[in-house]
């Protein structure tokens, strides 16, 4: 096995391109679910049961969507008879406005993760996820998105700054790491190339294979941009030369010549500049780290954790789990001309990925087997859209750039005071202030109130519903699933028993907003 | 194929299912009783009294009279012989025989966002690693398994400067800071509340009591089937959060409960109550407070960022930190406490010493001071000097990871400890290399 990691990792930029044979969705999901089961029998684990279809509705509009399907929605789904409406779903979801919100913000935190912990670069996330919607609304290949992030003007000298006052701009993925060109290099290694370089910049790594050189050699790529010292200087006067190719180490009296990962030279005959060259290599069908990278990062946006783990860690010491369908996954994205839709169609037809979150056997707690769902942490986006949709909150937004929210609405506060800094959703842990903010807080607390709640007042108040009739709508808002036996005797004892039936549903649906299941995707 | 990963952040069992699950009236008078048996405290604390925006040295704790740098700030004696500072800390200076002051901090980072980072975690900003501010890391390493109040609380914290100094990084969610702010009301009473910390008006205690009742049903059945950290860690913050709303630890907060004539020794504002609040969340055993001293009224900006008229500024800002941090160390070994609560003053960085246009100082990392006192410190010392003019450290350099592992020692932690870090790696308390001030510890 551990050979075969190594075969796998060792791959050589110089290699011609294996010729690959392109596969439908259903064919690429039935290689991906034959290798799992090839692997769990030999592991001896025992996967978990398919997922009912409430189960599988909410995790893929979590998935999808970004948020929990509404009442109606999961209606729909569990009336409908057709042998293939989980892909029929698949498909409608991801022609919907919500799949690009959803990504914008899936992607923009993988990008620019840094973004929210300096003032200042927080003006810069807007424009961000503006781009990247540009990006996935018009269906742009990923190859050419990371071009374009990667080659993008910045100039401010010559345009004056326009290109970063754009309303929409790649550029903070450069102004978060204050343009400096070690910092880039750490940048685009990690986020592309799934190599975490970083420990190479002030000493050969410890670990890996990396030396010093090799990092700063990446890092000679960038090393026509100005480090923006200061905020006016990023506006004004930020230059670039293009053809600069060379940098010195800092504290050694060395220079390096720009030179690709595993140490190819450029070809500098084309009179292209240094990003635009790197660019080249990059993003290249032929390059192993780039295609391995974006799939790993796709499969784990779906299974809440890489086939790599963590996602931007492939090194030798850091096997891969499942190496075989991370090299199929990304054969196949360059195959299918690196369409990002073409990986969710593949993932989402997957068993491995249909299967329940309910563990029936020991083998399947760990997580590297995928051998069941992940139960996995809400994006601070996903939880307030989610509690929007079961509350029937409408939320209002700027047309003019609708990622520009006031620091004043609901889904401010609760994006502020649910963002994560955390790394992986497998880990997502809850605060105290999370948790008063929940069971006490004035949002939740209208939601749940008799006068001021859509849903709830809707449900009450409507007049051919029987108490039980109601729970199940509750039920359907908060979780999408119907009540379990046990659950139902519990809550329509409760409800039946007090005074006023419409306090104690108000309880009931409290009780559901705040609990685990309403608040993680499983 | 078998390869195994151990998850980060262990939690301690599903004991959240239970007491959701159960009568909350079943553990209620429990609490009750733990509450009075931690009355006598064991345990060690930090307070930490924070000076965002950079607090001028010159005027503070290294005044320079004579020299055109040191302004017009005079010194004046303390209450140890041959120990001088401004004469804007007339009632400290009464407690230097408590006091460590260090006027040889030094450092490079001459950046709001990248020195309050710094300062408050021990270590630079680095790529994907996320380092937990000091109060979580002392938080955690003190905390006591019984506790029902948060390891670490940040009264009035000024976050702007570099919102991720103040989270417990890659220690996770569960130790990051308890934020508490204060509200100054149309007569000036000043009060702190925890927010949402009361359900709404309209429910009664009974119906609070149920609504849990059916989220432990709820709970009960997902997380049967379903062990993982998510859902674990969901159940224990909602038991921790009940824990505190149910507490009679929280009277805490309560500060009308103290004397009249102590409360205005304190000072009658958000940061002299806050160091009042601190007090009494060190009595009830939280191990690490925070108080902020941002401006002079509630939710002001950075203060000490004094780029103009600092002389001013500055000695307003004395007015109010004198009485407050002096009425602290007074009331602490009052009750017993100072020996075993640990007192840091510190800002991001000091102020130049030459002064500019404006009357005022800008931003100066190269020699600065910073203050330890209390427990685990022996007081009534001056470590380091700068030049005359101020400029340079002229003895007993000490960077930012020497402060840190010397705050460690003075809790009796071993700053080499280390805590799993989110890329994986062991990251120790002080960065590798820190050298604790030996002279400075007890």
Known sequence: MLKLVALLMGVCLCQPPQSVVRLSVAEAAAEVDRLFERSWHSAGVRPAALSADEEFVRRLYLDLAGRIPAVSEVRQFLGDVRADKRSV?????????????????????????????????????????????????????????????????????????????????PAAFYVIRQQRPENLAAGTSRSFLGVRLDCAQCHDHPFDRWKQGQFWSLAAFYSGLSPLDDEVQMRTSAVERRDSRRISIPDRDQT???????????????????????????????????SRMAANRVWALFMGQGIVHPVDDFSENNPASHPEVLQLLADQLVAHDFDLKFLVRTITATRVYQLSSRQTDDSQSDPLHFARASVRGLTPEQLFDSLAEATGYYQPYRTENPFVISAETPRATFL??????????????????????????????????????????????????????????????????RPSASERAAMLQYVQQSEAAGAALADVFWALLNSSEFMLNH | MTMQRISRRRLSGLSGLSLLGASLSGWLPRLAAQVQQSGQRSGRSCILLWMPGGPSQMETFDPHPGHENGGPTKSIETSVPGIRIAEHLPKLAG?????????????????????????????????????????????????????????????????????????????????????????????????????????????????????????????????????????????????????????????????????????????????????????????????????????????????????ANNFEAVGDLCGVLDPAWSTLLTDLRQRGLLENTLVVWMGEFGRTPKINENSGRDHWPGSWSAVLGGGGIRGGQVWGAVSDDGLEVRENPVRVPDLMATICRALGLDPAATNLSNIGRPIPLADHGAAAIEQLLV
């Open chain 1, 416 to 481: 502020e005071l649910f963002r994560d800094e955390g790394d992986s959703p497998l880990q997502k842990e809850t605060t105290i202030l999370q948790a008063l903010a929940m069971m006490n807080g004035e949002f939740v607390d209208a939601a749940t109130s008799l006068e001021n709640s859509q849903t709830l007042s809707g449900i009450v108040d409507f007049p051919l519903m029987t108490d039980e009739e109601r729970l199940e709508t509750l039920f359907l808002a908060a979780l999408s699933r």
């Open chain 1, 89 to 169: 779903l698949v498909e409608s979801l991801l022609d919907s406005p919500a799949f690009v919100r959803h990504f914008t913000i899936l992607w923009r935190n993988a990008l620019i993760p840094e973004a929210f912990s300096d003032p200042a670069n927080r003006q810069l996330v807007p424009g961000f996820e503006a781009w990247l919607w540009s990006q996935f609304s018009s269906g742009v290949p990923y190859d050419r998105m990371v071009r374009d992030l990667l080659t993008v003007r910045l100039d401010t000298a010559a345009d004056g700054g326009a290109a970063l006052r754009a309303a929409s701009s």
């Open chain 1, 256 to 290: 390096v010549e720009a030179a690709f990962l595993e140490g190819e030279l450029p070809d500098w005959s084309t009179n292209r500049s240094a990003r635009e060259v790197l660019a080249d290599w990059v993003t290249s069908g032929r390059n192993p780290w780039f």
């Open chain 2, 95 to 307: 407690q230097m025989q408590d006091l460590a002051l260090i006027r040889s901090m030094t450092t490079k980072e001459g950046d709001h966002s990248r020195a309050t980072y710094y300062l408050r975690t021990g270590y630079l900003p680095q790529g994907p690693l996320t380092y937990p501010a000091l109060g979580s890391l002392v938080g955690r390493a003190l905390q006591r398994e019984e506790a029902d109040l948060p390891a670490c609380i940040s009264i009035n914290p000024f976050r702007a400067l570099s919102p991720s100094a103040f989270t417990a990084g890659f220690l996770g969610p569960a130790w990051s800071p308890l934020v508490v702010a204060s509200e100054t009301s149309a007569d000036a009473e000043v009060s702190f509340r925890v927010r949402n910390l009361k359900p709404a008006a309209r429910l009664s205690g009974g119906e609070v009591d149920e609504r849990l009742r059916l989220l432990g049903v709820l709970e009960q059945s997902f997380l049967a089937d379903r062990p993982d950290v998510p859902g674990r860690s969901h159940v224990q913050s909602y038991e921790r959060a009940v824990r505190m709303m149910k507490s009679e630890s929280v009277e805490a907060f309560e500060l009308e409960q103290e004397d009249e004539v102590l409360r205005e020794a304190y000072g009658r504002n958000p940061f002299g109550q806050g160091c009042l609040l601190a007090r009494r969340l060190v009595e009830r055993g939280v191990p690490f407070v925070e108080v902020s001293l941002s401006g002079l009224t509630d939710g002001a900006g950075p203060g000490w960022d004094t780029h």
